[in-house]
């Protein structure tokens, strides 16, 4: 008798995790633009230990007990929404371990087996991957330079709705998007709202990098352009503060909040971690914190474009106006899965754009994370990178 036949079918089905050692590059230490991780420089280690401290002498009772998560947490989450322009309450809002956890709990509220999720082409395939284990049927609808194309999804609510089928949800990163790094127009938010009402599509609207501007106005969050309740807003302390925290939260109708809250099985997030990130962000301490965090990743993305505009000005993206992306499309004829491997041989990681399509396509783009990398490794990555292409370039021309 095998262990593995006690296995559920789609635990059988799923391939299990790689752990894979890190490439290597021969001889060269490899540079790795392939993740979108926090710059390590920009962790705030001091003020952490500090605000542990004030909460371990202070509140000991409430932190280190089984306890509800920091109601301070919820408080400033939705004071937060609210000067983003979302009437947002704390009974709204539900924290999680990261918004991974709220990513994962959505299936088991929303999607049964064979059921339609609209996902943006490309998009985060943490998420996806997370519906398609729910069941879910992925459609994508195509981004372009101003966000997801409003048109293609309308023609798509309406087939959809001519052959009987009402999507479950549009999964939507509306601004500095993963991986293409461009940000939805406010007329396109406006009428993706107006097609929610029209639809009752229910707009999963993860903002996790909308914090990290480095130029421009901020644009109302489509959770502050819907008045009849179809958005679910979904945020992170991953980009502004650590991801190694693991705070994520949504906010929304509250009987869907109460939904994804019955199926964490841990109850409340953690009440250090919550109590921490509030005690911390206190007194303007966040807000400070991020202004200082979107100069910082707003010269790394200055020097990322400049050396490719320098390096591979064949190679075209559209420049982010945040964020921590730059989605390359490559020089004609170059695949991305080909350049992969070489690209670690000339001591480079990228990630191929075809892992962030649900259907695999995608391989005219490679995104580029600059958020992670030494500033002053940037140039010499780039430069590796170019040394990549121009390698499968010359195959191209022989
Ligand atoms: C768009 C998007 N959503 C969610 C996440 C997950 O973030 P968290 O650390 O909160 O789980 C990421 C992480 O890269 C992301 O890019």
Redesign the pocket.
């Known amino acids: 008798m095998q262990l593995s036949e006690l296995f559920t079918p789609q635990a059988r089905e799923l391939a299990p995790p790689i752990w894979a050692a890190p490439p290597v590059a021969g001889a060269i230490p490899l540079i790795s633009l392939a993740y ?1 991780l926090a710059d390590p420089l920009m962790l705030p280690g001091e003020e952490l230990i500090e605000a542990a401290a004030q909460l371990t002498s202070n509140k000991i009772g409430e932190v280190l007990n089984y306890a509800p998560d920091a109601r301070s947490l919820k408080m400033l989450i939705a004071e937060r929404l609210r000067h983003e322009g979302v009437a947002a309450e704390p009974r709204q809002i539900l924290v999680a371990y ?4 709220i ?1 994962g709990i959505l299936p088991h509220v929303l999607i049964n087996p064979g059921d339609t999720v609209l996902v943006e082409a490309p998009t ?1 395939m ?2 996806v991957r997370m519906f398609a284990r729910g069941g879910a049927r992925l459609v994508g609808v195509p981004v372009d330079s101003a966000g997801l194309d409003v048109d293609a999804l309308e023609a798509t609510l309406r087939e959809l709705r001519a052959a009987g089928v009402r999507p479950r949800f549009l999964y939507s ?1 509306p601004t500095f998007q ?1 991986p293409a790094g461009v940000t939805l127009s406010l007329a396109r938010r406006q009428r993706i709202v107006q097609l929610a009402a029209e639809y009752g599509l229910l707009i999963v609207e ?1 903002d ?2 909308v914090d990290l501007r480095f130029r421009g106005e901020p644009l109302p969050p489509m959770a502050a352009l819907d008045t009849e309740g179809w958005v679910l807003r ?1 945020g ?3 980009k502004i503060l650590a ?1 190694g925290l ?1 705070v ?1 939260w949504a906010h929304g109708p509250k009987a869907l909040i109460d939904r994804l809250f019955m199926f964490k099985p841990e109850g409340s997030s953690g009440p250090f971690v919550t109590h921490l990130v509030a005690e911390f962000s206190a007194d303007g301490r966040l807000e400070a914190h991020i202004a200082v965090l979107r100069q910082h990743y707003a010269a790394k993305c200055e020097r990322m474009a400049n050396a490719l505009r320098r390096e591979l000005p064949e190679a075209s993206f559209v420049m982010p106006e945040g964020g921590f992306f730059i989605w390359l499309r490559l020089p004609s004829g170059v695949n991305a899965t080909e350049l992969e491997p070489l690209a670690i041989q000339h001591g480079v990681e990228i990630l191929p754009g075809s892992r962030c399509f649900s259907d695999g396509s995608g391989d005219d783009h490679i995104r580029l994370a600059f958020s992670e990398t030494p500033a002053e490794q940037l140039d010499e990555a780039i430069r590796r990178l170019a040394g990549a292409i121009r390698e499968v370039g010359s195959y191209l021309d022989s």
Do not use: E, H, M, V
Request: hydrophobic letters at 35%; a neutral charge; zero cysteines.
């Open positions: 979108g990261g918004s991974s956890q990513l985060f943490g998420a990163i993963n993860d996790a990098y979904i992170t302390f991953s991801p693991r994520g």
